[in-house]
């Protein structure tokens, strides 16, 4: 199950995703790119903060690219549509879904 997801970089698109997510938690830590009491931007906008604002859109945009390349949900692991009957396997007993 490993194998197939999209944390093992079997193809060139899931290295880009492992690559920017590694990328991103490093960026993270602004002390490492030396933005602390870096002045103002346009005389009036800290550059850390800017920073910040940038570094959460950027990831708002990885996260639904991740979102997008990630494999769906294989049969076995959906819950079943609304109002179907189906057996729990440990038991064996029929379990109804809420209605």
């Known amino acids: ?3 197939e997801s999209v944390w093992y ?4 698109r899931d290295a880009a995703v492992v690559a920017l ?5 490093a960026l993270h830590f602004t002390e490492l790119v030396g933005l602390m009491d870096a002045g103002l931007l346009f005389n009036w906008l800290p550059i850390q903060l800017a ?3 940038v ?5 708002v945009v990885i996260l639904y690219w991740v979102y ?5 949900i294989p049969e076995e ?15 064996g007993t029929e379990v109804k879904a809420d209605d």
């Open 1 to 3: 199950m490993y194998r």
């Open 68 to 72: 997008t390349v990630a494999p769906d």
């Open 55 to 59: 570094y959460t859109l950027v990831a």
């Open 51 to 53: 920073y910040d604002l």
């Open 77 to 91: 692991f959906q819950e079943p549509a609304t109002g179907e009957r189906s057996t729990d396997s440990d038991e």
């Open 9 to 12: 970089p079997n193809t060139v």
């Open 21 to 25: 997510l590694l990328g991103m938690t």
